[in-house]
């Protein structure tokens, strides 16, 4: 089969990449010429675990190629891809999909043969029939069928979700649709990864829906480690306690300082937007999103509160480590370590950063705080350290030697990767999240 996949980024490059290790032929397009000048030199434009391995085995085996011209990226294509960006609208919270439509009508004026065009971004219900419309009234004579086929990819895991995935979801108006994606995803269908063909405005729903349920379930037990500092419960237990239970499921139960990243924040505020626009309230999901937007900053003030309190704060030092929205990327969108580092410098407290991957996406984000060569060198003299990204890297710290660099042994775990009793034992002053 041959793929064209319009769109190189986080999405489209690793469904490239996966597609073309299936053995389709893959071009890749993306309009900007630097990125694809990076690609052609095996530079990658996202930090992505085996993602620059995979692309460089396929290159070499001839099955991955990179353009910036649409018009050459689909002729022949079996399979066109939509793997743009939909930010969120300034002002309203509903998706942009200036991008998707643009790349509709170009594909519609350069479409050399029958094609089925398949939206892979994450767009809110009925976009898929705009797209068919835009397409049928380009004046192309080639049969094209449009499908919806969301990714469920998690970042820094995503070439295992691609390949490994719970589910497919394929949402087709025609014959025509779900026989070229049968054929698309043929290579998992052997390996039994169940496909789900549905309509395709379900499929599109499906996405949004699980994103919310998943956002839900995270913000729920956020709100339980909460009452279990209150009540003296830990909600590490909690969360063993009820997700044995088949209904619940073990997953996504971790409590933390509330979700962020590119899609759980963007997705539920489409979501809530889809609702109103279709007169049709979803509740929980509005105080979801209200709960985990104020979460973010509380996470500022337990900081504040280790260090005594407000007054106290002032002129003090913390050392926080991990600023991505989670271990494994460069990611910085709505990275709950913006707000904590925002809330403390608002106090009068000096921040010294440290993290992996994302210091240079973090710099500019974050202009009052400090960057640091390494963990230790953040905690050297520092007043307090605030755990908010569980990277691998700070599950094992010298704690002795944290110790001794710290002027105060205080150390707020936000991620809960560390035991209560040892750092307790080992004289620190230690402060997580739902645990007494
Ligand atoms: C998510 C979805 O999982 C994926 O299916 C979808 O296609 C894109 O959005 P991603 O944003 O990469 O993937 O990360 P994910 O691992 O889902 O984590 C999202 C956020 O929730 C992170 O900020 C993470 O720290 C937080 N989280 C996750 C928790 O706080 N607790 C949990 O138990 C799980």
């Given at each position: 089969m041959k793929i064209a996949m319009v769109g190189s980024g986080y999405v489209g490059l690793v469904s490239g990449a996966c597609f073309a290790d299936f053995g389709h032929d893959v071009c890749c397009i993306d309009k900007d010429q630097s990125k694809i000048d990076r690609l052609h030199d095996g530079v990658m434009p996202i930090y992505e675990p085996g993602l620059a391995e995979l692309v460089d085995s396929n290159v070499k085996a001839g099955r991955l190629t990179f353009t910036t011209s649409l018009k050459e990226g689909i002729a022949d294509a079996d399979a066109i891809f939509i793997a743009v960006g939909t930010p969120s609208r300034r002002g309203d919270g509903h998706a942009d999909l200036s991008f998707v439509y643009a790349v509709a009508e170009e594909v519609g004026q350069n479409l050399a043969n029958d094609a089925v065009v398949v939206t892979k971004s994450t767009v809110p219900v009925g976009t898929g029939d705009e797209v068919q419309r835009i397409l049928s009234e380009s004046g192309t004579s080639h049969k094209v069928s449009v499908v919806s086929n969301p990714e469920f990819l998690r970042e820094g895991a995503a070439i295992g979700d691609f390949k490994r995935p719970d589910r497919i979801v394929i949402g087709a108006e025609d014959e025509f649709g779900r026989d070229v994606m049968r054929e698309v995803y043929r290579p998992l269908f052997l390996n039994e990864s169940p496909i789900l063909f549905v309509n395709r405005r379900t499929s599109e729903l499906i996405k949004y829906a699980a994103n919310a349920f998943l956002a839900t379930k995270i913000t729920f037990i956020n709100e339980i480690a909460d009452l279990c500092e209150k009540v003296g419960a830990n909600v590490q237990d909690v969360s063993r306690g009820i997700g044995m239970d088949n209904r619940i499921g073990p997953k996504f139960l971790h409590a933390g300082p509330g979700y962020g990243g590119s899609c759980f924040p963007k997705d539920t505020l489409a979501l809530l937007k889809t609702a109103e626009d279709y007169d049709s309230p979803t509740r929980i999901i509005e105080a979801v999103v209200k709960v985990n937007e104020g979460r973010k900053r509380a996470m500022g003030r337990k900081v504040l509160e280790a260090l005594g309190g407000h007054d106290e704060a002032r002129g003090k030092k913390v050392a926080l480590l991990g600023l991505t929205f989670?271990?494994?990327?460069d990611d910085m969108r709505d990275s709950p370590a913006i707000a904590v580092a925002q809330t403390l410098t608002d106090c009068g407290v000096e921040v010294v950063a440290y993290d992996p991957e994302g210091m240079e996406i973090a710099k500019p984000m974050m202009p009052e705080v400090t960057m640091a060569a390494d963990p230790y060198e953040a905690i050297e003299n520092a007043d307090a350290v605030a755990i908010v990204t569980e990277w691998d890297?700070?599950?094992?710290?010298?704690l002795n030697r944290v110790k001794t660099l710290l002027k105060t042994p205080v150390l707020v775990d936000l991620r809960n990767i560390y035991r209560a009793d040892d750092m307790r034992a080992m004289g620190f002053t230690y402060d997580s999240v739902g645990r007494p």
């Open positions: 989670k271990p494994d990327t890297a700070f599950r094992a710290l010298d």
